[in-house]
T-cell receptor
């Protein structure tokens, strides 16, 4: 079974608005990663946050991690049409494997 | 640098036929992975390899076999295809995940079993 559960499953917003996606997991982790998948393509790594970090930024992306609640969030600020994609969280638990969530489908409306 | 490549990109099989999917990476990564992705789902790990000559089972290994004879290649085999194996298959490679390296993904192979 997949460890990560993402919320919401789908999100539709207007261009320029902020988008927030959440991920919950069940066991302790070494790190948590976020990936983007454009329709029909492979996944692309966005950002990684380690278990001893609480927040990380990369351009318009902000990731938070709360290990006490076993949850993470991905915030995309000032969204653009090109941000339309599916977003997946993935957890690494020490076995050189990633466990992926089911993803959030984000649609940015012009 | 081609990154991670997969062949073929598309394939249609009849039930009971066999095929091999090839994954190649040119980043000298130790770790390689095969996933399947079904509609509306995340990725599920089929098999993975932590180095040349090694393989291990993932979450959904039944009906698949793998081999890693060369560090840069990871093959996924279907011995007797079933309609339940209709899916998009992704290969990925990585340096050490536990030390904070990311996975690099191939473009995928869309397989239909009729």
């Amino acid at each position: 079974s997949q460890q990560g559960e993402e919320d919401p499953q789908a999100l539709s917003i207007q261009e320029g608005e902020n988008a927030t996606m959440n991920c919950s997991y069940k066991t302790s982790i070494n790190n948590l990663q976020w990936y983007r998948q454009n329709s029909g393509r492979g996944l692309v790594h966005l950002i990684l946050i380690r278990s001893n970090e609480r927040e990380k930024h990369s351009g318009r992306l902000r990731v938070t991690l709360d290990t006490s609640k076993k949850s993470s969030s991905l915030l995309i600020t000032a969204s653009r049409a090109a941000d339309t994609a599916s977003y997946f969280c993935a957890t690494e638990q020490g076995a050189q494997k990633l466990v992926f969530g089911q993803g959030t489908r984000l649609t940015i409306n012009p | 640098n081609a990154g991670v490549t997969q062949t073929p990109k598309f394939r249609v099989l009849k039930t009971g036929q066999s095929m091999t999917l090839l994954c190649a990476q040119d980043m000298n990564h130790e770790y390689m992975y095969w996933y399947r992705q079904d509609p509306g789902m995340g990725l599920r790990l089929i098999h993975y390899s932590v180095g040349e000559g090694t393989t291990a089972k993932g979450e959904v290994p039944d009906g698949y076999n793998v081999s890693r004879l060369k560090k840069q290649n990871f093959l996924l085999g279907l011995e007797s295809a079933a309609p339940s194996q209709t899916s998009v298959y992704f290969c990925a490679s990585s340096a050490s995940l536990s030390r904070g390296f990311e996975q690099y993904f191939g473009p995928g192979t869309r397989l239909t079993v009729t």
